[in-house]
C-alpha cells in the first residue's frame, strides 16, 4: 500500500478546524438546524453517506427524514445505472420549490455520480439552487466546503481528478447500534467494461490492517453483532502488503465475543478455494458467498474482461458447497449485454439453473459513457431485453422454492434486526447463512443473537419460534 495515498495528519486537523468553524455557526441558529441526508447505490456508498452524518453531527446538526423541514439536504448518488442518475435528478428537481420557500437551505450534490465531469457540469447550469457539488475523492473536506458556503455565500464545485486516497479518523454517525460496515478497501482496478466504478471511485487501495483490526475490536466492544466488510472486490485486499484478506478474515475471526462477519463483493477470478476454507474453518463468518457470475457464456464474459469462465466459476461453486454444505450463494446478473445473443442468454439461464441460487440481483444492461462497452455495438432492442430479463426471474423464481425447505425442524442462530417482514407482529433476523428469519421474539431481542426453531420454509424466508 502506498503511503502516499493517506490523507495526512495535517489535513485531517485543517478539516478539524472547519469542523469548529461551522459549529461555531449552526451555534448561533435559534435551533438546532436539521440535516436531511440520503445515499443512493451500494453499500460503500452508504457507509460514505454515515461518515457525513458524522461529519454534521460534529458540526453542530441534528437530523431529519422529512427534506420540508431541513436546513441542510445532500444526495450521496450512485451512477452505476442510467436509472440511478435519473432518479436524482427527478428528486433535485423536486427540491426547488424548497429552496424558493426558504433560500437560506443548503443543497448538496456528491457520491459516483457528480464524479463525472459532464454530470457536475450539468447541475451547474440546470440546477441553479444546488450549492455544493464534491467528488468521491474529497469526502473527508466537505467540512471546508461547508464552510465556505456560510463565508462566502457562493456555489461550490470540488471534483478533483484522483487515483484516490485513504482518509482515517473521519468521524461516523452509523445507522445502526449493532450492525456496521467497515471498508476496509476502496477503489477498483479491474475495469470490467461495462462499469462505470472504476472511473469515479479511482485505484484499489486497502486500509492498514491495524485500522481495520482496531475498528473492529472497537464495534464489538461497543455491542455491534455483525460486522459488514466492504471493498468492491475484497479477494484483492491488500495485495502489495503483507496481510491478504484470508489473512484478514482469520485475525479478525480470532477477535472474542459473539459476533458475524459478513463481506462483500468477492470477485470470482480472485476467489480461491484457500478462501473458502477459511470461512468453512471459521467460528464468526457467515455461511454466505456473494459470487456475481454477470453471464453465463464464456464469449460474454470475455468481453466484460471478467477474467474466469464458466468452468472455473462452478468449480469455486462446487467447492463452497463440499465445504461448507449449508453456504448462501448469491449472484449479480447483467442481461443484454452488447452484442449477447439469445444463445448467449440461454447460457445464463443454464447456469442459474445449474446453480440454483439462493438470490439473484439481476439487472439489464446499462450504457455508461466512457466505459469501454459503451463502443460497443448492442443491436438487441430493450424490449427483447426486457423479455429476456422476464424470463430470467422466472428461472431464477422457481430455484428458490425448495431451497430452504431442509431447515425445518432444526435450530438456527438469528441476529434479531427488528419487525418481521412477514408478519408486522412478528420480529426478524438472518442466520449465520444470512437467510431471512421471522420469528415469535419481543423488542429486547433487537440486536442480539437468539436460538430460533424453524417451523416453516418460504422461498425467501424462513419462519419459527424462538427457543429460550
Ligand atoms: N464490484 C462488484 C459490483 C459492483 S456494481 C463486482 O464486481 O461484483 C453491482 C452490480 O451492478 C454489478 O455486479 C453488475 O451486475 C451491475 N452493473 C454494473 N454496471 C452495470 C451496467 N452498466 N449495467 C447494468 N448493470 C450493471
Ligand atoms: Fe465494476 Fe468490475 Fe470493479 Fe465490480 S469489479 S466494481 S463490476 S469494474
Ligand atoms: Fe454506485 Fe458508486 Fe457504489 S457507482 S454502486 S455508489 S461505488
Known sequence: ????????????????????????????????PLAYTHSYGCQQNVSDGEKINGMLAEMGYGFTDNPDEADFILYNTCAVRENAENRVFGNLGALKHLKNRNPDLIIAVCGCMVQQGHIADRIKKTFPFVDLVFGTHVLHKFPEYLYSIFAEDKRVFMIPESDGVICEGIPVKRDSDFKASVPIMYGCNNFCTYCIVPYVRGRERSRAPEEIISEVKGLIEKGYREILLLGQNVNSYGKDGSLDFKGLLKELDSLEGEFKISFMTSHPKDCTTELIDTIADSKHISWH?????????????????????????????????????????????????PSETYEDFRETLKLMERVKYDSAFTFIYSKRSGTKAAEMDDPVSEEEKGKWFRELLEVQGKAGDEAYKKYVGKTLRVLCEGRGRTDESLYTGKSRQNIIVDFNGNEQHIGKFVDVKITKALNWALVGEINE
Request: zero cysteines; proline letters at 2%; hydrophobic letters at 40%.
Open 289 to 337: 458467498l456473494h459470487l456475481p457470475v454477470q453471464s453465463g457464456s464464456n464469449r460474454i464474459l470475455k468481453l466484460m474482461n471478467r477474467h474466469y469462465d464458466v468452468e472455473k466459476y462452478l468449480s469455486l461453486v462446487d467447492y463452497a458447497r463440499k465445504r461448507i454444505p449449508d453456504i448462501q450463494l448469491t449472484t449479480d446478473i447483467i442481461v443484454g449485454f
Open 1 to 32: 500500500m502506498a503511503l502516499t495515498q493517506l490523507v495526512s495528519e495535517e489535513e485531517i486537523k485543517e478539516q478539524r478546524f472547519f469542523t469548529q468553524r461551522v459549529r461555531a455557526v449552526t451555534h448561533m441558529f435559534d435551533r438546532i
